[in-house]
């Protein structure tokens, strides 16, 4: 993936960049992000209820009670690390998201023989969809970054709130090729208290 097709990508499911670099304007339309990977790899995701989520479906919040048992894209490859990422844009509401991107979970170095049930690095633990009553819809954006090398992650994730993703993929380089490195894949559901 070219580095300027990466840049759109992410600017559509992270925002415009306009003021500070962790508090982006995200798009207000639930489909955008899985409008930008209709033609790319959109990740697979099942639930421990057996429920399979696909991108922009609206799910029960007892579903996603448990971290997925399954996540899946076509195309992992066997000689990459992985990492995923699960966002809340909408935190605490989408009218008002003083806490944008709340963090749900970030597990690193994820072998690509099997995304889930591999040795990996769990950097924040899965934390469930919990959207106050009240405040609206949510969604809950994952991505999933290739990359050749392990990630020696050195700062710990010490708050969930605010946590800028834009920073932690540029200190990381999980979005450069010059490296192997680049978003793989994506999906969001859809969530209300």
Known sequence: MKLGLLCGLLFIALGDGSG????????????????????????????????????GDKIELAVSDEEPVLVRYQGEEKAKYYTLLMVDPDAPSAESPSSRYWLHWLVTNIDGEDLLH?????????????????TGVHRYQFFLFGHNDKLEVSNPVNERGCFCVIGFVERYHLADPELGSKLVAATQFLAEG
């Open 20 to 55: 500070s670099s962790c508090q982006m304007d995200m798009y207000t339309h639930s489909k955008d992000l899985c409008d930008s990977f209709k033609e790319k790899k959109s990740l697979q995701l099942k639930y421990s209820t057996g429920d399979e989520v696909s991108c």
């Open 118 to 134: 591999s040795e990996s690095e769990t950097i924040a633990g899965y934390h469930k969809p919990s959207p106050p009553p009240g």
